[in-house]
């Protein structure tokens, strides 16, 4: 939509309120938002500015409207006062796990102004006298709760924004089912205003009740000798992912994952993904990845699920369908990589072209006739192709001896 040139600069004030209500504003806020005709913003906010959720009549009062559910539901009625002085109201940094993003998109920079108040993280950081810049920050709310899991590193200190008052007991639960029930948590409520509450206790001894459903949840991480640590390396043991046998090996996954070069924000399609390990290894290298798991037998994609939720890549897509019938309707990808049994010439075929100029395909081939096709476009399209041999130690007797695995053959090839 075009604006005319009539309509006057920065009509939307986007401004971040905290719990100490219309006296922490700036002057600069409040100008604003007494000038505004129209206030959008949660029924919290409202009540914090001192407005109510009804039509105001007089000249000084400004309609008003609480956040409907989508939130991209108000953004006719928003657009529909382009022009006119219009405020939204906001918890903390707005553009910080907050409405900035999404109003940004459809409004730009030169029609807008924000004026940010302390994020609830700051706050918190500053209550707990941590160092932001060495703490971990995560969103639980309207996002799933297993992307915590990856974050949970020994002696790590995580500032987590909680959906509800359910989420810190859930966190308790979780650390110590996962051995980290030492960990000391520390729960704090409606910073900033005059309800404020701060309480710890350990996650094994969680007993805190009454929790406002307005909370960030701090976390000290503390390991038991058995934890479940998710490592930072490339390539996870292979007992961690549920498996019926179909599971490109540790030592061929982090062949396979170098080949791949993971990049931010990309999107991989894992094609037979078998456990999923391949994908679920290229969302834990960067939460911005994108990955799509495609299988075709359902009882692997429900395996395929288990793994993610419980490997904390919740996000991991996943098609139960066969391949390459499925790609026509997927979004194209920068890596592709094929199992160990997709020696399929016209899958092959239909996956490199659905590849982006630029991405990554990687093959890997436990077969012969695989292998040949390989061979086969090495020869006409270069890249990479490697042999991998692993063998391990194995009793044998009284002694041991080296167990060879089936060799693999790996191409790996950019697209041009």
């Known amino acids: 939509m075009t604006i005319p040139a009539s309509v006057p600069e920065k009509w939307l004030s986007l401004i971040g309120i905290g719990e100490d209500g219309v006296e922490s504003l700036s002057p600069a806020a409040r100008g604003l ?3 505004a005709r129209f206030v959008i913003g949660g029924a919290r906010h409202l009540a914090l500015a001192q ?4 039509n105001g009549s007089g000249a000084a009062t400004p309609e008003t409207m609480v956040w409907p559910s989508p939130l991209t539901s108000a953004l006719p009625a928003i657009l529909a006062r382009r022009g006119e002085p219009v405020c939204v109201l906001a918890s903390g940094d707005p553009f910080f796990y907050g409405i900035g993003a999404l109003l940004g998109a459809h409004v730009p920079p030169d029609e807008m102004r924000c004026l940010p108040a302390p994020s609830a993280f700051s706050l918190a950081a ?3 006298q941590w160092s932001l810049q060495d703490c971990r920050l995560v969103s639980l709310h309207g996002r799933a709760f297993e992307t915590i899991i990856p974050e949970l590193q020994p002696d790590a200190r995580i500032l987590c924004l909680a959906w509800d008052e359910t989420t810190a007991p859930r966190l308790a639960r979780l650390l110590s089912d996962r051995g980290f029930r030492q960990s000391r948590m520390i729960v704090l409520e409606a910073m900033g205003g005059a309800r404020e509450r701060i309480r710890s ?12 459903p307005l909370n960030l949840v701090a976390i000290e991480v503390r390991a ?6 998710l490592p930072l390396g490339a390539a996870l043991a292979d007992a961690w992912f549920e498996n019926d046998g179909q599971l490109t090996k540790r030592e061929a996954r982090a062949i396979a994952l170098s080949a791949l070069q993971p990049r931010r924000g990309e999107l991989l399609w894992d094609v037979g993904s078998g456990s999923g390990s391949i994908a679920i290894e290229w969302l834990l290298r960067n939460p911005s990845g994108r990955a ?20 904390g890549t919740p996000g991991l897509e ?3 369908d066969a391949a390459p019938a499925v790609f026509a309707a997927l979004p194209r990808p920068q890596a592709i990589f094929v199992g160990g049994g997709g020696g399929d010439e016209a899958l092959l075929d239909a996956a490199f072209a659905a590849l982006v100029p630029g991405g990554r395909f990687v093959v890997n081939a436990v077969t012969l006739e695989t292998e040949a096709v390989l061979i086969s476009r090495y020869k006409a399209l270069g890249g990479d192709l490697i042999k991998i041999e692993i063998a391990r130690a194995d009793p044998l007797g009284a002694f041991h ?14 697209k041009q």
Do not use: H, Y
Not at 292 to 311: C, F, Q, T, V
Not at 401 to 414: C, E, F, K, N
């Open 33 to 35: 938002l007494a000038q």
């Open 51 to 54: 407005l109510d959720a009804s």
């Open 126 to 128: 500053a209550r707990l």
């Open 201 to 212: 206790c350990a996650a094994e001894a969680f007993d805190l009740t009454d929790i406002a």
């Open 224 to 229: 038991d000798a058995a934890a479940r640590i």
């Open 292 to 311: 799509i798991a495609i299988e075709a037998r359902k009882d692997r994609a429900e395996r395929i699920s288990r793994n993610a939720r419980a490997l």
């Open 318 to 320: 996943i098609i139960a």
């Open 401 to 414: 001896g080296w167990r060879p695995a089936m060799p693999l053959t790996q191409w790996a090839v950019t």
